[in-house]
């Protein structure tokens, strides 16, 4: 008797589980099985599918990467580009509410999370109208202070989907970071002052310069691959990028960046970068609202690709194959990240 | 070298109307093992937290060897502090902890390994430098803090309530290492803490602290012998306290009138005039004897009646009431009297004798509210 009721008690936590792994079961599981055997079929909706085991239409993935490869190169560029952006705007947001916050944090974080409280689509139709020619930021830039010409337009380039997608995923970047700055002991920070770690003016300085060097060609290439204003990446325009992000990065790192942060607080969040970044680039990847309602066909993703073969040409096979070979370039891309972060973290920074 | 490592010229810091510490004057020699003793609230972090840099002074100067830097950041400092948690950094290993501030001062490659090594040897973790924090003891912890704050050789060591964390029988053991360590590497120690008897046992010198200021700096043992206010009676070990006015000299001694013209002996030059004093004795120099014994000669004596009598295995703690219905705590060693039988029972009479040299007097009484214990 009293080994039965220790065998029950021992399974309480897994039939705590069981509605969850249903739900898994049911909602995961069982579409991505379909999926699956949709992406191994043939045929359209008019004439009927023939789906395994009847046929195995594995030519329906190197098929799809190569008609689609430009998409999926803006999806990885946006996605990454995006992730980077709300990253470099989250970090030092995150941090000041986690160290400066004081008795604000509370409705700081609340303002963080305010946007989610109207339809992200709503949201996007709104920049989309303020970004818009006739919009008021061009209203003010173009025709007020003249500073662009009349062709001018930011709707439709991958600026503004780029910027869309920063807008709509800063929150899932900032939340984490919080959480794990927030966690960070502040005797932590103190203990390395007393260590000797001032300043971090030539460090930072250099390394300050670089990453703002690399972001702003990063940027500059990236978005201007496709099209931007007619534009692409010109020698001169790169080398501009390069010396502003090199200056501003340089100043930021020199001033701002103290060994402190470098060497203790920076290692300790790391795990909130991590999930940060991961929250953002995932579903940044797969987006289509921002490239459809704030892009032009030139900015197409992978995802608005899927959306429109399953949608609105009812080509199953190929939007589930394309679908397929996106989660499992994510899966890669995280195992990686993983990797190269979790090993930085156990060689514990070393100097 | 100057004869003064730290020095706390009128130093004051206020939260708002909170005066946490209250114009402390200080001096501290190369060397010494100085210990800040109080309750908790009584400003003794806080000073420390200023001499380590990481509180401003409201008001005041705190020089380091001569040199002010009572503005100066912490990494500006040559003083290291061993914080009340340690605050070892959870994602580096012992060595790298160790190491840190070898390396935020730009020493390299085999210079760090030698001297992390040495200071793993000092604080006896040989063996332990690939181990992160999680991975070790509390004790051990407490060492790899100490190792990480002395490799850098800093001027004066600071450390805050550095054994709170540790069970009874380890902070012992902590209380002789660390001793032992500051003889061996000669560091100015600066020592805080609320325990009264890990003080006595480590320091030089101890400044208790109350409300902001000290009351009483001296060594520990003229702190136990010769305290000079309530507080200070109080604080370090039990003090039987008794009122009475200053009434002359004899022989060798001045002496002072109880309450209830009882005439007592006390060291000569510790009252003067005919003021109202407090005289404090020990429990354990006061010894117990039949109404009829002899007693020795000159020491003072005291009628009175047993209350209570717990026997605590090494010694017995009495409360014997006097006239005028005060208390006295008296401990005796169980040694003539030895069981339960033999010991003094509720009830008896009984003479208190003691000898003048032990007797200290607090010609300050500070009132009784602020007799804290700990």
Request: with cysteine.
């Given at each position: 008797m009293g080994q039965l009721i220790h065998r029950y008690r021992a399974a309480i936590p897994w039939l705590l589980m069981l509605p969850g792994l249903a739900w898994l079961a049911v909602f995961f599981v069982v579409p991505n099985v379909q999926m699956l055997l949709f992406s191994l079929s043939e045929g359209t909706l008019l004439t009927g599918f023939t789906t395994p085991p009847d046929t195995w239409s594995f030519d329906n993935f190197p098929g799809a990467v190569t008609r689609y490869s430009g998409n999926f190169v803006n999806s990885i560029v946006y996605g990454g580009l995006a992730t980077i952006l709300c990253f470099l705007i989250g970090y030092p947001l995150a941090y000041g509410i986690a160290f400066r916050g004081g008795r604000y944090k509370s409705l700081l974080l609340f303002l963080v999370i305010a946007p989610f409280f109207t339809s992200f689509l709503i949201r996007t139709i709104s920049w989309r109208i303020i970004l818009g020619n006739d919009g008021p930021f061009l209203g003010i830039i173009r025709d007020v202070l003249g500073l662009v010409p009349d062709n001018f337009s930011v709707i439709g380039t991958p600026l503004a989907v780029v910027g869309g997608l920063t807008y709509e995923f800063l929150p899932f970047m900032v939340l984490p970071l919080y959480v794990s700055l927030e966690k960070v002991d502040r005797r932590l920070v103190e203990a390395a002052q007393d260590l000797y770690a001032g300043p971090w003016r030539r460090g930072g300085a250099i390394t300050g310069a670089l990453l703002g060097g690399f972001l702003a060609v990063a940027l500059q290439v990236g978005l201007g691959y496709s099209q931007f204003v007619g534009e692409t990446a010109t020698p001169g325009l790169v080398a501009l990028a390069a010396l502003v992000g090199a200056t501003a990065g340089g100043l930021v790192g020199a001033s701002m960046v103290s060994q402190a942060f470098l060497r203790v607080t920076l290692p300790l969040s790391l795990p909130g970068v991590f999930a940060g970044s991961i929250l953002t680039f995932i579903p940044s990847i797969g987006d289509y609202v921002n490239a459809h309602l704030l892009g032009s066909p030139k900015t197409q993703m992978i995802g608005n690709v899927i959306q429109g073969r399953f949608l609105e040409q009812n080509d199953y096979p190929t939007a589930a194959a394309l679908a397929f070979i996106l989660m499992a370039a994510i899966l890669v891309a995280i195992f990686v990240y993983a990797r190269v972060l979790g090993t930085e973290e156990l060689s514990g920074g070393r100097a | 070298m100057p004869d003064v490592d730290v020095r706390l010229s009128k130093v004051a810091k206020t939260y708002g109307d909170v005066v946490a510490v209250d114009y402390i004057d200080l001096e501290v020699h190369p060397g010494e093992f100085f210990s800040l003793l109080g309750p908790s609230g009584c400003g003794k972090t806080t000073t420390l937290r200023m001499i380590g840099g990481f509180e401003q002074p409201t008001s005041g100067l705190i020089e380091l060897q001569g040199q002010?830097?009572?503005?100066?950041?912490p990494y500006q400092r040559n003083v290291n502090t061993v914080f009340q948690n340690y605050a070892l950094f959870p994602h580096l290993t012992v060595f790298e902890n160790v190491a840190f501030g070898l390396r935020r001062r730009g020493v390299k490659g085999d210079d760090v390994k030698t001297r992390v090594a040495d200071m793993l040897r000092l604080v006896q973790l040989e063996g332990f430098d690939r181990r992160k924090p999680t991975q070790i003891s509390g004790g051990q912890a407490q060492r790899v803090a100490l190792a990480r704050a002395l490799i850098n050789r800093p001027a004066v060591l600071l450390l805050d309530e550095p054994l709170g964390a540790l069970d009874l029988k380890l902070r012992k053991q902590m209380q002789v290492e660390l001793k032992r360590i500051q003889q061996e590497v000669g560091i100015t120690f600066i020592y805080v803490t609320h325990d009264q008897e890990e003080a006595m046992t480590m320091s030089d010198r101890i400044a208790v602290m109350n409300k902001g200021h000290y009351e009483q700096l001296a060594d520990p043992e003229t702190l136990y012998e010769r305290p000079t206010t309530r507080f200070v009676a109080g604080f370090l070990g039990i003090s039987n306290l008794l009122n009475g006015r200053g009434d002359g000299t004899a022989d060798a001694y001045a002496l002072v009138r109880l309450a209830d013209d009882t005439m007592v002996r006390v060291p000569r030059g510790s009252v003067t005039g005919s003021g109202a004093v407090q005289l404090g004795v020990r429990p354990e120099k006061i010894r117990l004897h039949d109404p009829g014994a002899t007693t020795p000669e000159r020491h003072n004596r005291l009628a009175g009646t047993v209350r209570d009598a717990s026997y605590m295995g090494v010694s017995t703690q009495y409360q014997v009431e006097i006239a005028g219905g005060a208390r006295v705590t008296v401990y005796e060693q169980?040694?003539?009297?030895?069981?339960r039988s033999e010991l003094w029972a509720p009830g008896e009479q009984v003479q208190l004798t003691w000898s003048p040299d032990h007797t200290f007097v607090i010609t300050d009484p500070t009132p009784a509210a602020d007799e804290a214990a700990e």
């Amino acid at each position: 008797m009293g080994q039965l009721i220790h065998r029950y008690r021992a399974a309480i936590p897994w039939l705590l589980m069981l509605p969850g792994l249903a739900w898994l079961a049911v909602f995961f599981v069982v579409p991505n099985v379909q999926m699956l055997l949709f992406s191994l079929s043939e045929g359209t909706l008019l004439t009927g599918f023939t789906t395994p085991p009847d046929t195995w239409s594995f030519d329906n993935f190197p098929g799809a990467v190569t008609r689609y490869s430009g998409n999926f190169v803006n999806s990885i560029v946006y996605g990454g580009l995006a992730t980077i952006l709300c990253f470099l705007i989250g970090y030092p947001l995150a941090y000041g509410i986690a160290f400066r916050g004081g008795r604000y944090k509370s409705l700081l974080l609340f303002l963080v999370i305010a946007p989610f409280f109207t339809s992200f689509l709503i949201r996007t139709i709104s920049w989309r109208i303020i970004l818009g020619n006739d919009g008021p930021f061009l209203g003010i830039i173009r025709d007020v202070l003249g500073l662009v010409p009349d062709n001018f337009s930011v709707i439709g380039t991958p600026l503004a989907v780029v910027g869309g997608l920063t807008y709509e995923f800063l929150p899932f970047m900032v939340l984490p970071l919080y959480v794990s700055l927030e966690k960070v002991d502040r005797r932590l920070v103190e203990a390395a002052q007393d260590l000797y770690a001032g300043p971090w003016r030539r460090g930072g300085a250099i390394t300050g310069a670089l990453l703002g060097g690399f972001l702003a060609v990063a940027l500059q290439v990236g978005l201007g691959y496709s099209q931007f204003v007619g534009e692409t990446a010109t020698p001169g325009l790169v080398a501009l990028a390069a010396l502003v992000g090199a200056t501003a990065g340089g100043l930021v790192g020199a001033s701002m960046v103290s060994q402190a942060f470098l060497r203790v607080t920076l290692p300790l969040s790391l795990p909130g970068v991590f999930a940060g970044s991961i929250l953002t680039f995932i579903p940044s990847i797969g987006d289509y609202v921002n490239a459809h309602l704030l892009g032009s066909p030139k900015t197409q993703m992978i995802g608005n690709v899927i959306q429109g073969r399953f949608l609105e040409q009812n080509d199953y096979p190929t939007a589930a194959a394309l679908a397929f070979i996106l989660m499992a370039a994510i899966l890669v891309a995280i195992f990686v990240y993983a990797r190269v972060l979790g090993t930085e973290e156990l060689s514990g920074g070393r100097a | 070298m100057p004869d003064v490592d730290v020095r706390l010229s009128k130093v004051a810091k206020t939260y708002g109307d909170v005066v946490a510490v209250d114009y402390i004057d200080l001096e501290v020699h190369p060397g010494e093992f100085f210990s800040l003793l109080g309750p908790s609230g009584c400003g003794k972090t806080t000073t420390l937290r200023m001499i380590g840099g990481f509180e401003q002074p409201t008001s005041g100067l705190i020089e380091l060897q001569g040199q002010d830097v009572t503005w100066l950041a912490p990494y500006q400092r040559n003083v290291n502090t061993v914080f009340q948690n340690y605050a070892l950094f959870p994602h580096l290993t012992v060595f790298e902890n160790v190491a840190f501030g070898l390396r935020r001062r730009g020493v390299k490659g085999d210079d760090v390994k030698t001297r992390v090594a040495d200071m793993l040897r000092l604080v006896q973790l040989e063996g332990f430098d690939r181990r992160k924090p999680t991975q070790i003891s509390g004790g051990q912890a407490q060492r790899v803090a100490l190792a990480r704050a002395l490799i850098n050789r800093p001027a004066v060591l600071l450390l805050d309530e550095p054994l709170g964390a540790l069970d009874l029988k380890l902070r012992k053991q902590m209380q002789v290492e660390l001793k032992r360590i500051q003889q061996e590497v000669g560091i100015t120690f600066i020592y805080v803490t609320h325990d009264q008897e890990e003080a006595m046992t480590m320091s030089d010198r101890i400044a208790v602290m109350n409300k902001g200021h000290y009351e009483q700096l001296a060594d520990p043992e003229t702190l136990y012998e010769r305290p000079t206010t309530r507080f200070v009676a109080g604080f370090l070990g039990i003090s039987n306290l008794l009122n009475g006015r200053g009434d002359g000299t004899a022989d060798a001694y001045a002496l002072v009138r109880l309450a209830d013209d009882t005439m007592v002996r006390v060291p000569r030059g510790s009252v003067t005039g005919s003021g109202a004093v407090q005289l404090g004795v020990r429990p354990e120099k006061i010894r117990l004897h039949d109404p009829g014994a002899t007693t020795p000669e000159r020491h003072n004596r005291l009628a009175g009646t047993v209350r209570d009598a717990s026997y605590m295995g090494v010694s017995t703690q009495y409360q014997v009431e006097i006239a005028g219905g005060a208390r006295v705590t008296v401990y005796e060693q169980n040694v003539e009297r030895a069981t339960r039988s033999e010991l003094w029972a509720p009830g008896e009479q009984v003479q208190l004798t003691w000898s003048p040299d032990h007797t200290f007097v607090i010609t300050d009484p500070t009132p009784a509210a602020d007799e804290a214990a700990e």
